[in-house]
C-alpha cells in the first residue's frame, strides 16, 4: 500500500470535515418544519432590512413561533416577507408572510434588540469624582435605555467629571457629566487667520465635548460663547 504524507494527511482530513459539515447542514435544513422555515425566513428578512444603516449596533431578531395549529402550505416559488417602513422602526415588527403560487398568507413578528457597544461605570461612582481608566470600561447595552448621548471612546471621558451618584455598569450618558464645569477655572484659546491666542477663563456653564457654553474672561471681565475642546480647554475662532 502506498503510503501519503503528512501533508497530504491533513489536506484530505479537512475535505473530509468541508464535506461532512455540508451534509450536516443540509440534513439540519431539511429538518426544519415548514413552520420553522417560515419563522427563519421571517428573521432573516428582519435582519436584511434593518442591517442596511447600522454598523455600529447589533441587532438580533426574536421571531413569535407560529402556532402548529395553522395549516401553512407548500410554496415552490418562495414565501415571500414584507414589513412596512414604519413597523421596521419598532421593537415589535409585524411581518406578512405570503406565497404568488396561491392566496395564502399569514401574520407573524419579530422582537429586535438593537445593543451597541458604549462607555460603562466600572463600580460605583460619587458626584465629582475624576474619570480614569480605571473605573471605566466597554460594555454591549441596549439602546433602547439611552435617552441622551453615548459615548464609545473610553479614552476620550478620561478627565471628565461625574455630576451625580451612578451603579457599577451604568451606560454613562451625556447628562450625568461634565467636561467643563461651572466655575472651572480653563484656558480660552482663539483662533486668528492660524494663529493661537490663550487666556485665562472661568466657565459659567456645565458642558460636554463640542458643546457651546459661555465663559468669562478673567482679565477683561467679559462674557463670551466657545467650544469645550478638552476639561482644561475650551475654543473660540475670531
Sequence with gaps: MKR??????????????FALLGTFS?????ALTTHEKVEEGARQYLLSQLTDNTQDTNIDVEVVKIDDRINIPECPTGFQYHSSQEALNQ????VRVSCKNNDWYLFTSGQVTRTKEIVVTQGAISPGTVLT???LTLAKVDIRRLRHTAFTDLDELVGARMMRRVTDGQ???????CFVCKG???????EVAGMEIKTAGIAQQDGVLGDNIKVLNASS??????????PEEVVIHL
Excluded: E, G, P, W
Aim: proline share 0%; charged share 15%.
Design 221 to 230: 471681565k467679559r462674557a463670551i460663547i466657545a467650544r469645550v475642546a478638552s
Design 133 to 135: 481608566s480605571s473605573n
Design 171 to 177: 451606560a454613562i450618558q451625556s447628562n450625568m457629566l
Design 26 to 30: 443540509i440534513n439540519a435544513l431539511a
Design 184 to 190: 472651572d477655572r480653563i484656558t480660552i484659546t482663539a
Design 91 to 94: 421593537s415589535y415588527i409585524s
Design 4 to 17: 501519503i504524507n503528512n501533508k497530504t494527511y491533513q489536506m484530505l482530513s479537512r475535505l473530509l470535515s
